[in-house]
C-alpha cells in the first residue's frame, strides 16, 4: 500500500505559523509534481500549493506570500511553511503526488486557526 505519511497539522492561532512535512518512499515521491491540497469543512478540497521535481512552485492566490513549498530529496519529503494563518485556513491538508499517471494521497493532517 502507498503512503504518504503527514505531520504537523494541530491548532494554532491566526497569525501563527505551522509546518506541515510529508514523508514518501523515494519512488513515489520522485514521479512528478509533489503538492499540498485543503478541504474545508462543506467545501471540495483544492490545490494549496505544489512543486515540480525541478523546484518549479506553484501556489493558490489565497496563500501567495503566506505559504511556502519545499521538497528534499535526500528525505524524499515535501513541506509546507505556513506563515500569517488565518482563520479560513481551517481544513484537513492533504499531501498528494502526481505523475507518470499515477496518482496518490496521504491520510489528511487537520490544522484549526482560532481566531
Known amino acids: 500500500q502507498v503512503q504518504l505519511v503527514e505531520n504537523g497539522g494541530g491548532l494554532v492561532q491566526a497569525g501563527g505559523s505551522l509546518r506541515l512535512s510529508c514523508t514518501t518512499s523515494?519512488?513515489?515521491?520522485?514521479?512528478?509534481?509533489m503538492g499540498w491540497y485543503r478541504q474545508a469543512r462543506g467545501k471540495e478540497r483544492e490545490l494549496v500549493a505544489s512543486?515540480?521535481?525541478?523546484?518549479?512552485?506553484n501556489y493558490a492566490d489565497s496563500v501567495k506570500g503566506r505559504f511556502t513549498i519545499s521538497r528534499d530529496s535526500a528525505q524524499d519529503t515535501v513541506f509546507l511553511q505556513m506563515n500569517s494563518l488565518k482563520p479560513e485556513d481551517t481544513a484537513v491538508y492533504y499531501c498528494?503526488?502526481?505523475?507518470?499517471?499515477?496518482?496518490?494521497w496521504g491520510q489528511g493532517t487537520q490544522v484549526t486557526v482560532s481566531s
Open positions: 498528494n503526488s502526481n505523475g507518470l499517471g499515477m496518482n496518490f
Open positions: 512543486i515540480s521535481r525541478d523546484k518549479k512552485a
Open positions: 523515494s519512488s513515489i515521491f520522485s514521479i512528478g509534481v
